[in-house]
């Protein structure tokens, strides 16, 4: 048997053991920490607690829950929508570029924290402060994601489509704006995590329901199995959406597919 | 047929700097012509300004008689790179001078199909790019190219990127793709084999540009054999005298 046929012969390795066997691993050494009580359980829950919150609070949980994903993800489509208008005025117009960016910059350097009370204050306790600023935190990434995709484009591409007579509007839709598709899923698989964050991080402050607002409540009542289970919900959450933003990449990029294949 | 393509006292610059002067040459209707020339002497400089890309200092672009000076559009050009958009099929990319032109999807992609295998492209039309070995791009983007429907045709070094064995069949093909097409063409290379092996006539520019010598055409060569015997005239003593000339307007 040849080499090449041995190791076309041979099982692909299992990509998923090693993360798994880790996870377990940290799992098993929290659980035997606080039950030979090295840490008091009243300080640090273990595993075991945590599940028992997560099921015995689910109904509640999941009530909160879906307050939150509703607000992270009308957040993250204003963010997205706000960020691709941005975008695509920086893009067309250099005077927008050279009068946005300063302020596109200096937005992500403002902490949720300070701008979360201030929306409260200014917008009350409802969605609408929670949404914004999922909005303003998830934004920053589309922009400057599209921005360096639009730019990306081979300045021949641009030359030969002009050559076919293209308008200046055919060259952004056939050239520039599929060319910015990976830069666009790149940066909204970082939005994605930031948008279930900040949706957090805004009820935390202020507000009458959803998972920060429910943390607060559990935190004060020093319950923290139960505050390790809103923890794990929001992990859950923000790994969905970012398997959710997975999805929806490989379905807008057929095109990816089969250049792993021919790497491959 | 296609029409014939003229420039006229052509003076082109990049970046403030004269990069041609005084270009004048003309490329009859059906006529395949080659412009030679050392890296950097300006022969990409010349292309886009036929194809309209760019506005020439002095001088005029006329096809057909027509002056098409700083119009993109009314010549076609293959870039150096085949330039197939790695989002799109085979199919897809092909029929794009189609929908730039407002040719409904559907349509657009009947018609290039069409034209698959007559390019030895039959099969590929649902394939990426990625998908596609370096001659088979350059077919694509040639019909790409056809596909724009302009009656001259400017390819710039369209086969620098493929080996050896690829490259000669496929100027092979080409030859008789012109020739089936009845297409004005102008080739840019800086290989004279590769010219003596598909002009009629060879256009030789020569210049300095970067040491503020601008490039002018130094030489014209005409080519005396009929295209569909370059394959045998090639090894001739004639195309041997013929190299040496272009060789020597170079030098």
């Known amino acids: ?264 | 047929m296609g029409e014939a393509l003229e420039a006229r006292g052509l003076t082109l610059s990049w970046e403030d700097q004269v990069v041609v002067e005084g270009l004048s040459l003309t490329v009859p209707a059906g006529g395949l012509a080659c412009l030679v020339g050392r890296s950097g002497c300006g022969k990409t400089t010349v292309f886009h300004a036929l194809a309209g890309l760019t506005e020439p200092d002095a001088g005029q672009v006329l096809l057909g008689g027509r002056d098409v000076t700083g119009r993109p559009g009314q010549v076609a050009y293959m870039l150096q790179k085949d330039l197939l958009l790695d989002q799109r099929t085979i199919v897809d990319n092909v029929a794009l001078p189609l929908l730039v032109r407002g040719m409904k999807k559907a349509e657009a992609r009947e018609k290039a199909a069409a034209e698959f295998a007559r390019f030895g492209l039959a099969g590929c039309e649902g394939l990426y790019p990625c998908q596609l070995s370096g001659g088979m791009r350059q077919r694509a983007a040639l019909l790409r190219t056809h596909l724009m429907d302009c009656q001259a045709v400017l390819m710039d070094e369209p086969f620098s990127a493929l080996d050896a064995l690829t490259r000669n069949d496929l100027r092979d093909w080409l030859r008789g793709m012109i020739d089936e097409l009845g297409l004005t063409c102008m080739v840019v290379t800086h290989d004279v084999d590769e010219a003596v092996a598909l002009a009629d006539d060879i256009y030789v520019l020569a210049g300095d540009p970067a040491a503020g010598r601008p490039s002018r055409l130094v030489g014209e060569v005409p080519v005396p054999a009929p295209r569909a015997d370059r394959a045998e005239f090639a090894l001739s003593d004639e195309a041997l005298a013929i190299k040496r000339r272009v060789l020597k307007s170079l030098a």
């Open chain 1, 1 to 264: 048997m040849s080499n090449v046929e041995q190791r076309a012969g041979q099982r692909a390795p299992r990509t998923w053991v090693a993360p798994t066997v880790t996870v377990v691993a940290v799992l098993l050494l929290w659980q035997a920490v606080v039950s030979f009580g090295l840490v008091p359980s009243f300080l640090l829950p273990s595993p075991t607690d945590v599940a028992l919150a997560l099921v015995t609070d689910a109904p509640v949980l999941s009530q909160h829950a879906l307050v939150t994903v509703g607000e992270a993800l009308i957040g993250l489509a204003c963010g997205v929508a706000a960020g691709f208008l941005i975008a695509c005025l920086m893009e067309r117009f250099a005077v927008v570029r050279r009068a946005l960016a300063p302020i596109v910059t200096v937005s992500q350097t403002i902490p949720t924290v300070a701008i979360a009370p201030l929306l409260v204050l200014w917008l009350g306790y409802g969605m609408l402060p929670k949404v914004l600023l999922v909005a303003l935190t998830t934004f920053f990434p589309i922009t400057v994601a599209l921005a360096e995709g639009f730019a990306s484009v081979d300045p021949d591409t641009v030359d030969l489509m002009r050559t076919m007579g293209a308008s200046r509007m055919q060259v952004f839709r056939y050239a520039k704006l599929p060319a910015a598709a990976g830069s666009f899923f790149s940066g909204l698989r970082i939005s994605a995590t930031y948008a279930v964050v900040g949706a957090v991080v805004a009820e935390w402050l202020g507000g009458f329901e959803g998972l920060g607002v429910y943390m607060t409540r559990v935190r004060k009542s020093y319950s923290y199995d139960q505050m390790f289970a809103v923890i794990v919900i929001i992990s859950v959450l923000s790994l969905a959406l970012m398997g959710l933003v997975d999805a929806l990449e490989r379905w807008c990029m057929p095109w990816r597919r089969a250049e792993r294949k021919a790497t491959s």
